[in-house]
């Protein structure tokens, strides 16, 4: 049982430069959701799709963008990569937008020169 | 959104010793959850505790919630060196809307064999 897989696992990016991280589910969850994770900050929720068709901005969305590509998948495009992006992405998803615990993938790290 | 805090940062046991960590927030939650996080690795749902509920057991995980107080604790009975990881709170606040998950910034537990 794969769970949440993330692509890639390692990514180095020159500024400016475009990239999609890849997410898929193979729990037949209904919502998904993308977060980062920087030193001393916690973790912090980018974009989220409660449902399939569905997203919304969560506390830093800006210079990022999203696609719920069917009910499986959920891709985050960086369109022109800046340093402060350097982090580790993580998606996860959830049954639904209730009282439910997330799947989290491996995670994605990214550094941008 | 608000973000759960927990205390302490850091915490440092010899192995069979119980473990204690805690999470303060500010404002009424629909649920509090816990997670863990090995280094280098993704996040691992742990226990979901909602408002209306005072403790839960997961194995040799407890978990308490005082509404009044705000706050939440996790204990670990008789650690592990496998325990070793990240702790952290998260917060579901039940304002009407809210899908979000918020992340505190974690403890970091050592279990020393």
């Known amino acids: 049982n794969a769970g949440v897989t993330q692509t890639p696992k390692f990514q180095v990016l020159k500024t400016g430069q475009s990239m999609t991280l890849q997410c898929a589910q193979d729990m037949n969850h209904n919502s998904m959701y993308w977060y980062r994770q920087d030193p001393g900050m916690g973790l912090r929720l980018i974009y989220y799709s409660a449902s399939e068709g569905t997203t919304d901005k969560g506390e830093v969305p800006n210079g990022y963008n999203v696609s719920r590509l069917n009910k499986r998948e959920f891709s985050l495009r960086l369109e022109s990569a800046a340093p402060s992006q350097t982090s580790v992405y993580f998606c996860a998803s959830s049954p639904g937008t209730g009282g439910y615990g997330y799947t989290f993938g491996s995670g994605t790290r990214l550094t941008v020169v | 959104s608000q973000q759960g805090e927990e205390d302490p940062q850091a915490l440092s046991i010899q192995e069979g010793e119980n473990a204690t960590m805690n999470c303060s927030y500010k404002t009424s939650i629909n649920n509090l959850q816990w997670y863990r996080q090995n280094s280098g690795r993704g996040l691992v749902h742990l226990i979901l505790?909602?408002?209306?509920?005072r403790e839960k057991h997961s194995g040799r995980l407890r978990v308490t919630l005082d509404t009044s107080k705000k706050s939440s604790s996790l204990l670990i009975t008789a650690s592990r060196a496998a325990d070793t990881a990240s702790y952290f709170c998260?917060?579901?606040?039940?304002?009407?809307?809210?899908?979000?998950?918020?992340f505190g910034k974690g403890t970091k537990l050592s279990v020393i064999p």
């Open positions: 998260a917060i579901r606040d039940s304002g009407a809307g809210s899908y979000q998950l918020t």
């Open positions: 505790i909602r408002s209306n509920e």
